[in-house]
């Protein structure tokens, strides 16, 4: 049972325009959200992150927003640049599962392209 | 220069034989981690451990093994009870009191021939 669901396995985008990756998610325990960047044949870096207690979080170019009552999260980057092509993975976590660990669950990724 | 160091970078392995990939982290972070990556597949965790001498089962463990002999090293060891061990492997770790924001190393592609 897949806790974290990004439905879309890839995104075209315009240098320029707004990209807009989305993520749903069914644990409602699930109280801090993240999303990871990540290159081929490199670890995912992280990105930017929103605790449950706010529905909206910027820095930057790239804003994350979170829905608790759809237990939907979108990230929103804006403008869209060519060196932001990359998987785009979502991550939720129940922010006190254990002293000094979070356990992350990630969702299957979105592929974003951003065309020059 | 702080991070985490994985390697082998590639690693290519006959079935039925046991292998183990080097985390090391120079981060003084306190818990570290192992998640595994297929294609078009989300991070699975494999294995955590929160302190020295303690490690936990994640969601798919079954087929490997982990030590935490020391806070900067979490080596993990695929056997051959992993059913389908190819695959890519990322080693992370996290501070204490910044929930989920884990530092991934480079990670290690693992192809059993």
């Known amino acids: 049972d897949q806790q974290v669901k990004q439905n879309s396995p890839s995104l075209s985008v315009q240098e320029g325009r707004i990209s807009i990756l989305n993520c749903d998610y069914t644990?409602?325990?699930?109280?801090?959200f993240l999303w990871y960047k990540k290159y081929p044949a490199e670890g995912p870096t992280f990105l930017i992150s929103?605790?449950?207690?706010?529905d909206k979080n910027e820095d930057g170019r790239f804003t994350v927003f979170l829905n608790k009552s759809a237990k939907h999260l979108s990230l929103h980057i804006v403008p869209s640049q060519p060196g932001d092509s990359a998987v785009y993975f979502c991550?939720?976590?129940?922010?006190?599962?254990?002293?000094?660990?979070?356990?992350?669950?990630f969702g299957k990724g979105t592929k974003l392209s951003v065309i020059p | 220069d702080g991070g985490i160091t994985q390697s082998p970078k590639y690693l290519f392995r006959k079935e039925g034989q046991n292998v183990t990939l080097s985390c090391e982290q120079n981060?003084?972070?306190?818990?570290m981690y192992w998640y595994r990556q297929d294609p078009g597949q989300g991070l699975r965790l494999i294995y955590y451990?929160?302190?020295?001498?303690?490690?936990q089962k994640g969601d798919i463990a079954e087929g490997y093994s982990v030590s935490r002999e020391k806070k900067e090293s979490f080596p993990l060891t695929v056997t051959s009870a992993q059913k389908n061990p190819t695959a890519f492997y990322l080693c992370?770790?996290?501070?204490?009191?910044?929930?989920?924001?884990?530092?991934f190393g480079e990670g290690s592609r693992l192809t059993v021939l």
């Open positions: 992370a770790s996290s501070e204490q009191g910044r929930a989920g924001e884990l530092f």
């Open positions: 644990n409602s325990m699930f109280d801090y």
């Open positions: 929103i605790s449950s207690i706010k």
């Open positions: 991550a939720a976590s129940v922010a006190y599962s254990g002293a000094g660990s979070y356990q992350l669950t």
């Open positions: 981060l003084n972070h306190d818990a």
């Open positions: 451990s929160q302190i020295v001498n303690d490690f």
